[in-house]
């Protein structure tokens, strides 16, 4: 009898065993069937794979806003944004003081040693990556981001979560595509989606990441990539959403008021003043950078010192440090003097200036909301003045402005404008903020070549906008031992004229290329040339090769 139930425990257990293995083939042939899916080159891939990097994304923005929140608590004692000014003045001086300086002693080691993309904003790597790199973004980019601005801003630095929500979500975007290896077009598609998608999350704004990864990263209406990138943004503010446990918009405001439409002619002005206050923010952001590298031999140190700087600019005016949305949500409800604002606008320029300047890590949106938002509401107490009861309330103004600075600076009307409407939740002011970001925008174009993120691309040599004016072709070039890539600086490559070397791959490492780089044996460069320029193609072909006609495949390829 014992022997008998012996063998049915056996067969049982036989059985439970033939069922595993059974339900592990089945969930492994469901999967290699999604696999297959979205490996097949048609529309519904694209949109799987959309809402997979908004997921990424969303999640990517809830953590960042957590991490902040997690470093402003450590830094000093806040347990939510709206007491983190609070918080800060309850410090003793000497500890404000220093402060921004100790995070930037954690931030400088990343930004020099670990990952370059992750000094100052990141939105002119993003360009730079689609632009010349084929939407390739190192994942490391990712979480280095993420922590080094979260030191930047938790610590009381001035900077915003834009530019690094950017970053994050382009970067995870990027690697879901090339984990499927999908063509360079759509790895471009899936990075700007992940974008969109982490703005969405960050801002509760999925217009204004759709608008802002077509206008400013992606540079074109792409139809086919607009579902990925609606998908994404979409999904991305859905998660965010529920993960922050957010249901309104950003800032609350009074409903937005204009007495008729001839008073969009203030609105022009004050497009103006948008433009020439776009280009001192962004002249003070690239002229200050300058005068670090030019004093300061030591980048490591460069945040640390620029931080010191700022602390003491925020002993008088705290309310400059990390975004400081809580005082643009006075500025907007019109609850700020004028002389306030106008010594707020100034303070935080510098203060920008002095913490991304210096190499932290974060982005420019933020503080342009900042600035805006006070010089809107200047503007708005000065016609107020000058124009009894033919204007609305200075507030009003406030709102626009807003927008404006950032459209000015970013040359992007239409992104400004509606992530204006997201951030406020008021339609009414569509028409008022399109009026003075166009001006603003078309203005500081004008006036200045490139916008505040293409400046960086520009000093770096890299001239995007021009480049997108061409046929160009991307191609993977590998440096044989002996050729006349081998042991080379790029500054002394005697190139073919229009072609960039863009990035290489040695084993599995990844580098940027800059001049002083020396190229070795097996490395992978990246090089873009004009698709017309076959003579220049052959000769990087042939330079790449070893000289003494060494056997074996040519391993110069285009891809």
């Known amino acids: 009898m014992e022997s008998v139930t012996d063998e049915e425990r056996r067969g049982s257990v036989h059985q439970r065993s033939m069922m595993i293995a059974r339900l592990e083939r089945e969930l492994k042939a469901r999967f290699l069937a999604l696999y297959q899916l979205l490996r097949n080159r048609y529309l519904p891939r694209m949109i799987i794979l959309g809402a997979v990097v908004g997921l990424l994304g969303g999640l990517a923005a809830a953590g960042f806003a957590y991490l902040i929140l997690g470093v402003k608590y450590v830094f000093f004692g806040a347990s939510s944004i709206a007491v983190f000014l609070d918080s800060v003045r309850a410090q003793p001086w000497p500890y404000r003081l220093v402060a921004p300086a100790l995070g930037g002693l954690l931030v400088g080691p990343i930004v020099t040693y670990v990952a370059r993309e992750v000094y100052g904003q990141g939105v002119p790597n993003v360009i730079q990556a689609i632009g010349l790199r084929g939407g390739a973004i ?72 759709i608008i802002f990864g077509l206008e400013v990263l992606l540079k074109r209406i792409d139809l086919w990539g607009l579902a990925s990138i609606g998908v994404a943004a979409v999904v991305g503010t859905a998660v965010g959403n529920v993960a922050l446990g957010r249901t309104a918009p ?59 700087l700022l602390g003491a600019v925020a002993l008088a005016y705290p309310q400059i440090q990390a975004t400081g949305y809580p005082t643009v949500g006075q500025a907007l409800q019109g609850r700020l003097p004028l002389q306030l604002m106008l010594a707020l606008m100034a303070a935080k320029i510098l203060a920008t200036s002095l913490t991304l300047g210096s190499g932290g890590s974060g982005g420019v949106f933020g503080p342009a909301v900042f600035v805006g938002a006070m010089m809107g509401g200047a503007y708005g107490g000065i016609v107020n003045a000058l124009f009894p009861g033919a204007t609305g309330p200075a507030y009003s103004y406030a709102i626009v402005g807003l927008a404006s600075v950032f459209a000015g600076a970013a040359h992007a009307p239409l992104a400004s404008s509606v992530i204006l409407y997201e951030l406020t939740g008021d339609g009414n002011v569509l028409v008022p903020a399109m009026c003075a970001c166009i001006v603003a925008s078309v203005l500081a174009a004008r006036l ?28 993977e070039l590998e440096v044989e031992a002996g050729s006349d890539f081998d042991g080379e600086e790029v500054g002394d490559l005697d190139l073919p004229p229009a072609c960039l070397l863009t990035h290489c791959t040695n084993g599995r490492d990844e580098c940027i290329l800059h001049r002083r780089t020396s190229l070795e044996a097996d490395m992978t460069i990246t090089a873009v040339i004009p698709v017309d320029d076959f003579q220049g193609l052959a000769a990087l072909q042939r330079r790449c090769k070893a000289r003494q006609g060494k056997k074996g495949r040519d391993r110069c390829c285009e891809r």
């Open 448 to 475: 200045q070549e490139g916008s505040i993120f293409t400046r960086k691309l520009i000093k770096r040599g890299v001239d995007i906008e021009g480049l997108q004016q061409q046929r160009l072709v991307s191609i």
């Open 250 to 308: 950003v800032f609350d405001i009074h409903p937005y008021q204009i007495l008729n439409y001839r008073e969009l002619v203030f609105y022009v002005g004050l497009g103006i003043a948008g433009a020439g206050v776009a280009l001192v923010y962004s002249n003070a952001l690239y002229g200050m950078e300058y005068l670090f590298k030019a004093v300061f031999a030591q980048r490591a140190l460069r945040a640390a010192f620029g931080g010191l």
């Open 138 to 209: 190192r994942f490391r980019v990712a979480p280095l981001t993420a922590l080094a601005s979260a030191i930047c801003i938790g610590s009381g630095g001035s900077a915003g979560r834009l530019g690094p929500i950017v970053e994050i979500g382009s970067t995870l975007g990027s690697s879901v595509a090339r984990y499927f290896e999908l063509p360079t077009e759509q790895v471009k598609i899936l990075l700007t989606a992940g974008a969109a998608a982490g703005i969405g999350g960050t801002f509760n704004a999925p217009l204004a990441g």
